[in-house]
């Protein structure tokens, strides 16, 4: 292969690796990171009215 190509392919495959690491932060952060407030028990909608 010539020296364009491998060059081309470098970057192909670096931008590759930096999505995919984006993508495994945004997952991670998502899974760990801060969890809205769980409804109590019975309170799926707030209180219920007569």
């Known amino acids: 292969m010539n020296d364009t190509m491998d ?3 470098q970057r192909v495959t670096l931008a ?3 999505a995919v ?3 495994l932060l945004t997952v991670g952060a998502r899974l760990y990171g801060p969890q809205p407030a769980r409804p109590e028990a ?3 909608d707030g209180a219920r009215t007569p």
């Open 7 to 9: 060059r081309w392919i």
């Open 16 to 18: 590759a690796m930096i």
């Open 21 to 23: 690491a984006a993508a």
């Open 42 to 44: 019975g309170m799926a």
